[in-house]
Structure formats: structure tokens, C-alpha cells
């Protein structure tokens, strides 16, 4: 495997350079090696008759890894992790961009529950997420509305249990002596036990006391504890929409955890491990189950963020490949001929949410009288595409046959740190004006680069003789969502004329 800093870049990474936070990971070979971990294909076609397979390769899960050889990234902060210095700084904000990603990656998934205005909801959504007005959907939203009244009824009603425990009693208060205490007061000098009780009068026996510390309350308080830090972290990245009805329910679940935190510390509770086993009170008792179940959601949010963040580039190619579909949506008269079924999954797995046949989308556009396909790491890209190594792509067809097919380059680089769109949209068109030279039934002259913003909104474009490209810096919410999504909407209305 060959590594690539850029999917545009006319050279390889030398063997013994390590990749950084400001590159993209990516790699070319004849082809993808079969079910390797660090690494999956983007897209697997020829170029100049040879097989090649574009990959990509994983952020590390620390600072540095090998295979390939990849130094100086930020460590993803743990749930509910505070920033402690500016170091800190540059891991959450990677965070919580990657998060807002998600969020508008998650409310497809919303959108589908009305599948012949999916595009409709979803732009309506985005538009709410581009105005700041309903911060993003979350685990600890959800829970924020479902568990009040659950860790309402547990904090009138924890469950305690009798423990024995041996203690100097007074001798008139005495009730019960097992057979240690009994010895111990057999050991002590004097005739009577009033003699042996000594000057203070108390002698050792066995006390019955109210106890907290069961395993139920321990899962209780591990779970108030965890979620506090979880609405706080969804706090500060939504710091933006305190205004709103859902930042304020998450506020005061806040501040209900932390109170009953506080309660469950005072009576001597411990905090559950994560590995804690259940028993009978959590599988029966309903509120202690509903507690349990929300603990292991949250907890079960780490392994996934895990996943998530080492494949942030592919969630970025599905936002951008919605962000597309959004633009192209908003043409004036334009027919859906096809749309395939997006297949959402349980979970994410190598950092993507939904799958879907090819293409995504199929429009056709009266006023020019042309068919556009949406296409998203196509199975059988052609020459043009591999060469360029852009794995999202629109096709342009005349249904009549006159014209040749016609397609646009989309590359969509992802890296930890903000790419100089003005560089890029010059060595893409420099890559792009190469591929002028090969002979092809389709024509290629156009490309367009979508990137992290990292809340610095910006346009690009680089004319070259025979070609051009474009590049758009956006963000996932806010201005850099708004400002981004108008770009787009003029490329599209440019580029097919419409």
C-alpha cells in the first residue's frame, strides 16, 4: 500500500514518514486486503488497465499507532470528560464536531419515518440545526425527558437492607450476642457481667443497622453520576441554544442526577463498577431496571464513539453525500425517477449509520432535460473516477443519447486539522487537467471539494485550461451549515445549469 496525504496527490507518502492530524489517511494498492482492521476500500476500479483500490485507514485510538505508521493525533475525551488546560481544547472540539456530524447524519433516520418526504424532512431539520434553534438529538436527551420520574420514585424509596455488625452497646440496650461477642465478654476481668461491662458500662454485642450500600443503589448512583457528566458535555457543545426547550430539559435532569448523587453519597453508596453483575431487585423491580438499562446505554456510548471517531471520514462522506442530495432536491423542477432504500443499522459500524444501494438518488430535471445520479462509493466507478480516486460523484445523462455521459468529481478529505481550501482546489485541478490526457466515453472536467470548515465558512475554485474545481468549507451546524449549504445549492445550479 502506497499512503496519500490528499486523494488528489501526485505523490506517495515515503516509507518511514508517519501520517498527522492535518492528513488524510488514505492509501492506493492494486487491491483491498481481505478483512484487515486497519483499513477498509473506499471505491475498487482500474486506471490505465491496471486494478486499483482506493483505502482508508482509521484515526488512532491513542496519540500514535502503526500499520501505517500515524503520530501526533488528539485522544478522543472520555464521557464527561472537563477541559483541564488548552491542550484539551483541540480533542473536544474534534468531539464536538464529529458529534454535530452525527446528529444531522441521525435525523435521516427521523426523516425516514415518512419515506415520500425524507428529503423534504430532513432539509427542515437542518435548516432548525443551521439557525441553532434545537440543539442535536442525543442518548442523554432522551433520557433527560424518560428518567425524571423514575429516579423520582427510587429517591423516595431506596432500598436498604439489616446488617449485623458487633459494636460496644450499653448494657441496657443490648439484644443479641453471637458466640464472638460472647466470648469476648467471657475474656473480660470481673465476677458479673455488670464487672465486666467495666467503668462505661457497655459490653460487645450484635446490632442490627439500616444499609444502602446494595448493589441496586451502587448501579443507581454510578448511573447519576455518569449521566450528569454526559448533560454537561452535551451542555457545553450546545452552550449555543439555552434558550431552548430541550437544553433546559437536559439542564435540569442535570441538576437532578447531581442531587441525587449527593443523597447516595451521604448514606455511605458506593459507585458500581461497569462490570457489576445484575440480581434479583434490578431485573424486577421496574424503576431499578429502567436505571440499569439507562446506565448501560450510556456506557455502551463509549464503544461506539470509539468506532465513531476512529472512522470520522466515513460519517463525513455521508454527510456530505445528504448535503448533495439537499441541494439537488431544491432545483426547481426536478422529478425523483428513483431513490434507493436507505437500510439504517443498529449500530455504527466503521463509522457509518445507513447504507444504501447505487445510487443514492436519481433525479431528472426538466428544464434541461437531463438525468443526475447521486453516487456514493460506487461498485464499478469508472476509469475517470479511480484515476482522480473520487469515491462520490455526480453522473450527468442525456437521455436521448446525443451527449456523452458527463461526471463530477466530489472528493470529501476529512483530517483532524483545517485543510487550506485554497492548496487544495489547486493540486485537485492540477490532477483533474491530468486526466484530460485520458482517452474515456465520458467527460470529466469538473470537480469539487468538500471539507471540515471548522467554523471558518469559505469558498475556493481553481480554473485550469481544460478543467475546474471548486471547494466548499462547511460545518456540520450553525453559519458554517447555512453559508455551506448556499455554496452548495450554487455549485449544483451552476454546474447542470438549472
Known amino acids: ?37 486497519n483499513v477498509t476500500p473506499l471505491m475498487q476500479g482500474r486506471f490505465r488497465r491496471q486494478p486499483v483500490a482506493l483505502l482508508l485507514h482509521p484515526y488512532p485510538k491513542r496519540s500514535s499507532a502503526t500499520e501505517p505508521q500515524r503520530t501526533g493525533f488528539p485522544v478522543r475525551p472520555r464521557e464527561g470528560e ?57 442518548e442523554i436527551v432522551r433520557q433527560a425527558k424518560d428518567m425524571p420520574p423514575t429516579l423520582g420514585d427510587l429517591s423516595k424509596r431506596l432500598r436498604r437492607v439489616l446488617r449485623r455488625t458487633r459494636e460496644q452497646v450499653p448494657l441496657d440496650r443490648v439484644q443479641e450476642m453471637d458466640r464472638a461477642s460472647m466470648r469476648w465478654l467471657s475474656r473480660q476481668p470481673g465476677r458479673t457481667i455488670a464487672e465486666r461491662a467495666g467503668s462505661d458500662q457497655r459490653i460487645l454485642a450484635t446490632v442490627r443497622k439500616e444499609d444502602f450500600n446494595t448493589l441496586e443503589n451502587r448501579v443507581t448512583h454510578a448511573y447519576v453520576r455518569l449521566a450528569s457528566a454526559v448533560a454537561r458535555e452535551w451542555m457545553r457543545e450546545n452552550a449555543r441554544a439555552r434558550s431552548s426547550a430541550r437544553y433546559h430539559r437536559v439542564a435540569t435532569f442535570d441538576r437532578t442526577c447531581k442531587s441525587l448523587a449527593r443523597d447516595l453519597q451521604a448514606l455511605g453508596v458506593d459507585v458500581a463498577p461497569p462490570d457489576s453483575p445484575s440480581n434479583y431487585v434490578l431485573d424486577q423491580d421496574r424503576s431499578y431496571r429502567g436505571t440499569r438499562d439507562a446506565w448501560r446505554k450510556l456506557l455502551a456510548r463509549e464503544k461506539v464513539l470509539d468506532d465513531l471517531w476512529a472512522w470520522q471520514a466515513q460519517s463525513w462522506t455521508d454527510f456530505c453525500v445528504l448535503a448533495i442530495t439537499l441541494a439537488i432536491d431544491t432545483l426547481p423542477n426536478k422529478e425523483v425517477v428513483f431513490q434507493s432504500p436507505v437500510l439504517w443499522q443498529h449500530e455504527a459500524r466503521l463509522g457509518r449509520w445507513f447504507d444504501q444501494d447505487r445510487p443514492l438518488a436519481v433525479y431528472w430535471l426538466h428544464d434541461i432535460d437531463r438525468i443526475v445520479e447521486i453516487q456514493s462509493r460506487p461498485e464499478n466507478p469508472s476509469s475517470l473516477l479511480v484515476g482522480a480516486r473520487a469515491h462520490v460523484a455526480l453522473r450527468i445523462t442525456d437521455p436521448a443519447g446525443s451527449d456523452p455521459d458527463r461526471r463530477v468529481a466530489i472528493w470529501t478529505p476529512h483530517a483532524m486539522e483545517r485543510l487550506d481550501l485554497g492548496v487544495a482546489v489547486k493540486e485537485a485541478g492540477e490532477r483533474l487537467e491530468q486526466l484530460q490526457q485520458v482517452s474515456s466515453h465520458e467527460i470529466m472536467r469538473h470537480g469539487l471539494i468538500l471539507t471540515p470548515g471548522h467554523y471558518l465558512p469559505e469558498t475556493a475554485r481553481h480554473d485550469a485550461a481544460r478543467s475546474s474545481v471548486s471547494g466548499i468549507a462547511l460545518d456540520a451546524s450553525g453559519d458554517g451549515l447555512s453559508l455551506g449549504l448556499e455554496a452548495l445549492a450554487s455549485f449544483v445550479s451552476r454546474e447542470l445549469g438549472a
Open 82 to 138: 472537563e477541559l483541564r488546560s488548552e491542550e484539551s481544547l483541540f480533542p473536544h472540539e474534534c468531539l464536538a464536531r464529529m458529534n454535530r456530524v452525527l446528529a444531522r447524519i441521525q435525523e435521516l433516520k427521523e426523516a425516514l419515518d415518512d419515506p415520500e418526504r425524507v428529503w423534504e424532512r430532513l432539509r427542515q431539520a437542518w435548516d432548525r440545526a443551521a439557525k441553532e434553534e434545537d440543539p442535536r438529538m442525543a
Open 1 to 37: 500500500m502506497a499512503g496519500l496525504r490528499r486523494p488528489w496527490a501526485s505523490a506517495f507518502v515515503d516509507t518511514g514518514e508517519a501520517f498527522g492530524p492535518g492528513d488524510c489517511l488514505l492509501s492506493e494498492a492494486p487491491r483491498a486486503p481481505p478483512k484487515a482492521k
